[in-house]
């Protein structure tokens, strides 16, 4: 008698907990939804899991194994201990990111982001660098308006059209491709292949924005990168970079008639930061210092296609 009443006794107190779980209002998040926040990534490995029970493997909790799916694997590794994972809205900027920005911008002279608070007319001093003679201008007026070696139907552009690039590599590629040398009278520091909406981008760019600022003394961009097929920051099963479709290009400095050059990596004063944030009417993507990590010593621009439009940082 007593063995059926221990029986019954068991079957009542699972039957009871089974309803308790049951009727809990709190249901499991969906791992899916869980994409608009920064999931801090933590090992799900056995050897990092508590064990309840030696015979018993103990469950993952949804928040950090939804980070493992193939389905939410994260696009760009933004920093040590955290991800980005896959989704429509910005990026967020990555913490650590984030304090070091805020720890240059308190200090006076701090080097690194090149956040100082020191006055424009001390990194370089535009009036002391003389103006073009009339006989100069009127030079490079006539180049710049004459069609010889101009390419994309753009008089200012020059350079060379080319074959059209071809790739194994899914998504890379340029069909209409142009060799660059010199864009707004402003040279390249190394021929940039590129397709005609970067180049025209670029051109306006120049023309109303770079050279104003700079008194119409800048006469060489360096150039960082331009076409090339590879992942996005190149990070392996990212996405086709818009370098690998002739649509980006990186320029790291900044080249004046006296031979000053200012980096985006040591000179990033006031000027260099109003220029780039003046960028983004004129590209789809514009990318530099305090963006996401990837560029601090560059900008980037690009012409992708964007239905969501601009998404400057």
Same mark, same amino acid.
């Given at each position: 008698m007593r063995r059926y009443l221990a029986l019954l006794v068991v079957f009542l107190a699972s039957t009871a907990w089974g309803q308790e779980i049951d009727k809990s209002p709190r249901p499991m998040p969906n791992p899916r939804l869980i994409g608009a926040e920064i999931?801090? %990534?933590v090992p799900v490995s056995e050897a990092a899991l508590p064990v309840v029970d030696p015979g018993i493997r103990p469950l993952r909790n949804p928040r950090y194994a939804a980070a %493992?799916?193939?389905?939410?694997q994260p696009e760009v590794l933004a920093d040590a201990g955290e991800i980005l994972p896959r989704s429509l809205r910005p990026l967020r900027r990555p913490k650590a990111l984030a304090e070091r920005i805020a720890a240059l911008k308190s200090a006076s002279n %701090?080097?690194?982001?090149?956040l100082s608070v020191a006055p424009e007319d001390e990194v370089v001093d535009l009036a002391s660098? %003389?103006?073009?003679t009339r006989k100069e201008r009127r030079k490079k007026k006539r180049e710049l308006e004459s069609m010889e070696g101009a390419v994309c139907g753009v008089s200012s552009i020059k350079g060379q059209e080319i074959a059209s690039i071809q790739s194994n590599v899914g998504g890379c590629g340029v069909p209409e491709a142009v060799a660059i040398t010199s864009i707004a009278g402003v040279r390249l520091s190394q021929t940039a292949t590129v397709d005609c909406t970067i180049a025209k981008a670029l051109n306006s760019y120049?023309?109303?924005v770079a050279q104003p600022a700079f008194e119409g003394k800048l006469v060489e961009l360096r150039v960082a990168a331009h076409y090339v097929c590879r992942s996005r920051n190149n990070i392996k099963g990212a996405k086709i970079s818009e370098h690998g479709k002739g649509k980006a290009i990186d320029i790291a400095a900044f080249v004046l008639a006296n031979g000053t050059t200012l980096t985006v990596k040591d000179n990033y004063n006031k000027l260099l930061r109003r220029i780039y944030k003046a960028a983004c009417p004129y590209f789809k993507t514009t990318l530099g210092p305090g963006s996401d990590g990837y560029h601090e010593d560059h900008f980037h621009f690009d012409t992708s296609a964007r239905d969501s439009g601009a998404y400057c940082r």
């Open positions: 999931l801090v %990534a %493992a799916e193939p389905e939410s %701090a080097p690194g982001l090149g660098i %003389a103006p073009p120049i023309n109303e």
